[in-house]
Every structure is written in C-alpha cells, then in structure tokens.
C-alpha cells in the first residue's frame, strides 16, 4: 500500500499541529484569489447590456451558492466516514464545516434576493431553487442546533452525523431543480456539456471568486477544528504537553 | 467597468443599494466568522491552560 501514513493523520494531536500550519496559507490563498478576483468582477467584466452593474451579485451569488452545496456533501462525507469507521477526528471535521457552510448558504439567499429585487421584482419567490436552498440553510441550522442540544459528544456526533446524510437528498434537488420544475430562478450559467452562454472574463472572474471561497471554507474550517479538538481533548495528555511547552 | 471616478463607481449605474448590500454583508459576514473563531479559540486556549494547571497542582499534591 501506500507509504504515507493516513492513520497518522487521522489523530487528533497530529492534526491539530499540521491544520495549525496548513491555516496561515489558506488564508492566503484566499485574499490573493478575492483581490484578484474582485478585480476581475468590478473591472475586467463589462456592464450587461440588459441587468446594467446589478449582475456583478453574481460574482459573490454563484460561488456562495457552489460553496454551499459543496460543503454540504462534504459534511455528509465526513459524517458517513465517521459512522463507519467510528473515527472521533472525521466527526469534529463535520462540525465545523457547519457554521461555514451556513454563513455562505445565508450569504446565496441574501445575495439572491438583493439580485431578485431589481431584476424580478420580488426580494423573494418560492420556487424550486430558492425553496430548496433555505431547506438546505435549515438543515445547516439543524445539524449545529441537534450538536449544541446533545450534551455527550459523541451521541451528539451521532445523531449530527444522521441528520447530516438524511440531508444530502437535498443537493441534487437543489442543482437539478432548474432542470426538473419550472423555475423563475435561471438554469446553470456554467455547464458542463454544452459551452457556456457568459462572456468568458465573467466566467473567469466567477471560477476565481469560488476558488477564493474554496481557500476560506478551508481555512475556517480547519481553524475552527483545532478549537473543537482541544475542546473535546482538553484533558488528554498532548494537550498538556503542548500546553506546557508553550508557557 | 472604466473607471470613471469613485462617484460613479459608488453609484453601480442606479443598482449601489443592490450591489453594495451583496458584497458588504457578505465582508460583514465573514470578518464576523473569522472574529467568532478568534474568541472560540481564544476561550478554549484559557479552558485547557486552566485544565493543564489544575492537573500540575494536582499532582504535586499528590507527591506531597
């Protein structure tokens, strides 16, 4: 098999020390890609002809929206790997990629809605997509409100863990929805079969935006499972050692 | 987008509220979590050096 221990990896006290690391430079993988990509959306890209400027929300919009979805099945992954092979660390990695993946589910609606206004005429309509976008806010909500509820970790892992997969459903219903009802919402801007119907520097400027938000979900996400773990280990013996090097 | 000066950039052709109100909550937003995740941080940090402490009494208690 392969020469790299994963196992080692899956430790609390390894990864805590190596996440520690990796932090510093996602975070900065993240602003170079959001400066550039800022750039791009409010100075490459030029003015639609029938939305005006009110079309750069989407530069924000469709990566929060990608985000949202894709650290939803993330958290599920981690959540199916955790019940399967009752990994303690694949649990604290689905807890925290919650509150990220809330704040950019909020972060799609409300950018949504400030698009929707302007070009629909209504902040707000319940049709397929946005419906089972706020179902997917609700069940971000859920898994970290079901958490908080559980006073033993580890039911409260379990019982995240079984909302989190019960919930991935949703995905699919939420990409697909475009294509299964009729929505007011737009289909894909960006699609894999056919060639897309954007100029190609809004394209661009939508890829580096979503990539920045790939670098800060990372970042936050591993920032904030440190705090779980030491939370959770606060008591374990390379927690005090590493305490005590420190002081 | 040309530039034309910061009052019509600030103007986003009639759509600031729109625009401005997408971009500035979604930064509200997220210094937010990287503030909350300081504190989270911050408090867990002074929990376990708490813990650590207490164990160090502790056991020179129990040498003694």
Redesign the interface.
């Known amino acids: 098999m392969s020469v790299f221990n994963w196992y080692k990896f899956s430790s609390p006290a390894t990864f805590y020390t190596l996440a520690g690391k990796l932090v510093p430079w996602f975070y900065a993988a993240a602003i170079l890609l959001c400066v550039v990509g800022l750039y791009i959306s409010?100075?490459m890209?030029?003015?639609d002809f029938q939305q005006?400027?009110?079309y750069?929300?989407i530069f924000?919009?469709v990566p929060?929206a990608w985000m949202s979805m894709f650290i939803y099945i993330v958290m599920a992954g981690w959540a199916a790997i955790g019940l399967a092979f009752n990994t303690r660390l694949s649990f604290m990695m689905a807890s925290a990629l919650a509150?990220?993946g809330a704040?950019l589910t909020?972060?799609s609606l409300?950018?949504g809605a400030?698009?929707g206004?302007?070009m629909w005429g209504a902040w707000w309509v319940w049709d397929a997509r946005l419906t089972s976008e706020l179902i997917l806010f609700f069940l971000y909500l859920g898994f970290m409100a079901l958490q908080a509820a559980i006073d033993d970790p580890r039911r409260a892992d379990r019982a995240g863990a079984l909302i989190a997969l019960v919930g991935v459903i949703n995905v699919p219903i939420i990409y697909f929805s475009v294509k299964w009802w009729n929505t007011l919402h737009q289909g894909a801007s960006v699609s894999m079969t056919k060639s897309s119907s954007m100029a190609s520097i809004m394209l661009i400027g939508m890829l580096v935006m979503a990539l920045a938000a790939w670098m800060?979900a990372i970042a936050?996400s591993l920032?904030?499972v440190?705090?779980i773990i030491?939370?959770r280990e606060?008591?374990a013996q390379w927690?005090?050692q590493m305490?005590?090097a420190e002081? | 987008m040309n530039w034309n000066g910061w009052s019509e950039f600030i103007h986003m052709g009639g759509y600031a509220l729109y625009v401005w109100g997408s971009f500035g909550v979604t930064a509200i937003l997220i210094a937010g979590e990287i503030l909350l995740l300081r504190v989270r941080r911050k408090q867990v940090l002074k929990l376990a050096l708490r813990a650590v402490q207490y164990g160090k009494v502790k056991n020179d208690e129990d040498a003694a």
């Open positions: 409010f100075f890209a030029p003015t005006g400027e009110a750069r929300i924000i919009h929060a509150p990220t704040m909020f972060v409300w950018t400030l698009w206004k302007p800060y936050a920032s904030r440190r705090s030491l939370e606060r008591n927690v005090a305490l005590e002081l």
